[in-house]
Structure formats: C-alpha cells, structure tokens
C-alpha cells in the first residue's frame, strides 16, 4: 500500500520545476501570514521531502500541518506549467502520514472525526437529529430516486459552535479535548449537544426548499431519514484511506439497500465523492449520482430586481470547469454575475479546513467575501452549505435552494 502511494507521488512532484506559479493562486497561502509550508509550491517541496525521508526510513517530518491546511480545491493545477497538482500530493502524503506507524504527526481533531464517523456514522454522532428535517414530510418509499442529504447541511451547526469552543479554550487544551474523544467517541456526545440552533433552523429549511423544488419539476423520491450515513467525505479527505474503504462500502450497501438506482445529492462534496471517488473503492458501483439542480424543471420563476454574485464551490468548478449549472438556473432569476477570480480561477471560501485550522479558514473566507462584495451585488448566493457558513458574513448570503423557492410562482 505505501509503495503504491509513494510511486504515485514521486510522479507528481517528480514534474515541478518550482517557478511558483501556483503560489499566487493559493488561497491558503495569504491567510498563513504567507509561510512557505502553507502554499502549493510549500507543499511540493514538503511532499518531496516526505518521499525522501520515508524511502531512507526516517521518520516522517513535523510539517505535517503543510498537508492537512491544503483545502483540496484544486486551483493550482489549473496555472501549473509541468502539470502538477499540488492537492493531489497533499492527500497522497496525508494518506502516507496515515498509513505510517509513526503517528504523532497526526492532526487531533482529525483523528477524531474519523473514530466519530466509524461508531455513529457520522461526524459528531448527530444521525438522529440530522434526521429532524424532514419530520411532517412523507416520501415516495418505491420511487427511482432516492433523496440522499449526506448530514451536510445538517452537521454546520455543530462546527460552527464547536469552532467558538475552540477559539474559548485555546489550541493545548482543544487539541487534547479531540485525543480523548478519539479515543472514547461516546463523550462526542457532550460536544454534539452545542449547536447553532439558529443556523439549524436556516438549514432545515434549505432541505426543505430543496424537496419542494424537487416536487415541483415532478420528481418522486424516497429518503432514508435516521438511517442515512454521512458519506466519509472527511475520513477521505484527511487521508484515512483504509478506513475510508471500509467505510464507503458500508454507505454504499446502505444506499443500495434502499432499493432505488438513482442517488440525488445536494451539496458537491457528496456528489463529487459518490460519482467520482466511490466507483474507486467500491466494487461494482452500480448507483446513478445526480446534483439535484441538474433535475429541476420549474415551470414558473419571477425574475428578481436584485443584483446576485454566484460563489463557485470548488468541487464543481475546479473538477468541471465546464459544469455552470447553477450559474445558468440563477442567470434566469436574477442579474447574476461572477467574482473576479471565477472558473478555473476560481477562489475556495476556506470552508474544507474550518475544523482543522479555524483562525487560517476564517481568514480565507474573509479574503473571498470581499471579492464577491466588491461585484456590488446586494446578494451572494451559494451553492454549498460550507460556502454557505462561511461567507455568512451578513445577511446577504443565501443557498441557491432558498433563493429559487423564493422566486418560484405556483
Ligand atoms: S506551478 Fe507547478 S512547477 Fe511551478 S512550483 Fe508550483 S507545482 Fe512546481
Ligand atoms: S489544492 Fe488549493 S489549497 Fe491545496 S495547494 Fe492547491 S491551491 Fe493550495
């Protein structure tokens, strides 16, 4: 397993002439105070490093931190002359670093996620409530379509709270706050109990408004409710990719075993990693992944008098830079124009890194609310509720949900 990684990441840094180009596309790079190790060169130059040293059987380097604060979005590969994709090398060397005996370089909030997600099946232990949404709704239970949240929406109030926690007790006693639950995941439930119960309201009815879109362009759906696993985007992401096999097994026999063929997400995280990153792990993948905007037909929309700026999330444009689904629904709504830095230079909104790094992703999110709001559009819509929380700076920002049902005329 770990030559398979090192080969496939000796390929990838083998290529960099370190121009740097991919330095001035890095959204984490500025945030970082501009430390080398937290820009895509940085990272390059890291995972070099770590190639090195685990092939001479030195233990793995402290910078891991270089690793674990890439959000994964992509945009350097886009400006990278030799084709580097310094994302890539990030969660190749996360996955080293996982794989290794040598753990202490383990980031602890990290570690905790994961050991979360394998008891509950989910993050922070909150499938029941993330459940709550739905209460008073009924659903198709023989329909084509299964509608599948993946807990997304619903676990953002909990990060939000938790991060606030964070920032009260400070990094030592926070970080030994997550080894503890790491190792006895049942005292997640004392954390899980702070919520956001504000923003969780907001979202539930996002969800909602995403079934009533959904009804209106005729489409029938079952939906899973208690049972719905959180898909382990996370344990794939931080680089646990044993577990994460394991585990997208286990959602897959879940989804299967509802019966329906056509799995609708609706966030891209869910819908990147089922269409793109499941089939990898998962023998015989036999689901259909659709976005749930790419289904909806709404037969009477008013157009709004305000002008919208459309934030892209990065895992739509910058995997799919052709992809412009939402633009194009939004576009027969509003004035909608895009930031400065769009398509393929795109800007994430830091969201990837709020529970691992919370001071580098607020400040990144800072930087990109800015930019959107420089447009002067009197709304930012967006179409991820991790963008969603993290440009809610004001109260400007709306999911594209919540904003076409408001303009939708039955
Ligand atoms: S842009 Fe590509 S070649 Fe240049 S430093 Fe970054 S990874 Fe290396
Ligand atoms: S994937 Fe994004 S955050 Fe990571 S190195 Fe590339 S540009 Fe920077």
Redesign the pocket.
Same mark, same amino acid.
Request: aromatic residues 4%.
């Given at each position: 397993m770990i030559e398979s990684l090192l080969e496939e990441l000796e390929n990838e /840094?083998g #290529? *960099?002439? #370190? *121009?740097?180009?991919?330095?001035t596309v890095c959204p984490t790079l500025d945030p970082s105070g501009f430390s080398l190790w937290k820009g895509?060169?940085g990272r /390059?130059i890291m995972g070099r490093t770590l190639l090195e040293d685990t092939k001479n059987g030195i233990p793995i380097p402290a910078l891991s931190d270089s690793f674990y604060s890439c959000l994964d979005c992509h945009a *350097?590969l886009y /400006? *990278?002359?030799?084709?580097? #994709?310094?994302g890539k090398?990030s969660q190749l060397s996360r996955e080293i670093i996982t794989t290794s005996s040598d753990r202490k370089n383990e980031n602890p909030y990290a570690r905790m996620i994961v050991e979360v997600t394998a008891k509950y099946g989910n993050p922070l232990g909150v499938k029941k409530q993330s459940a709550a949404w739905s209460e008073g709704l009924e659903f198709d239970k023989n329909a084509e379509y299964l509608l599948y949240t993946g807990n997304m929406f619903q676990l953002m109030p909990y990060t939000k709270n938790l991060n606030s926690a964070r920032k009260s007790m400070g990094k030592a006693l926070s970080n030994f706050m997550a080894s503890r639950v790491a190792k006895h995941p049942s005292l997640i439930k004392m954390l899980s109990r702070m919520r956001d119960r504000e923003m969780e309201q907001k979202n539930f009815g996002t969800l909602r408004n995403i079934v009533k879109l959904l009804r209106i362009s005729g489409i029938r759906f079952s939906y899973l409710g208690e049972e719905e696993p959180y898909p382990g985007t996370f344990i794939y992401d931080l680089g646990y990719i044993e577990k994460f096999a394991k585990y997208a097994n286990y959602v897959y026999s879940v989804l299967k075993g509802s019966g329906a063929g056509k799995i609708i997400t609706v966030d891209p995280h869910t819908y990147d990693l089922l269409k793109n990153t499941f089939p990898r792990f998962v023998a015989n993948f036999n689901l259909e992944i659709f976005y749930y905007l790419d289904l909806i037909k709404i037969p009477t929309i008013e157009k709004g008098p305000e002008k919208v700026v459309y934030h892209e999330p990065c895992h739509f444009v910058l995997r799919d830079p052709k992809y412009s689904k939402p633009f194009q629904v939004l576009s027969t709504t509003a004035d909608t124009v895009l930031a400065r830095r769009n398509g393929n230079r795109s800007r994430c909104c830091g969201g990837p890194d709020e529970l691992t790094f919370p001071e580098l992703s607020e400040k990144a999110s800072q930087i990109r609310y800015d930019e959107l709001k420089s447009t002067g559009a009197d709304i930012i819509v967006t179409a991820c509720p991790i963008c969603n929380v993290n440009l809610s700076k004001e109260n400007t920002t709306m999911e594209i949900a919540d904003y076409l049902a408001s303009r939708v005329r039955s």
């Open positions: /840094v #290529n *960099c002439i #370190n *121009c740097g180009f991919c330095e895509a060169r /390059v *350097c /400006v *990278c002359p030799a084709g580097v #994709n310094a090398v």
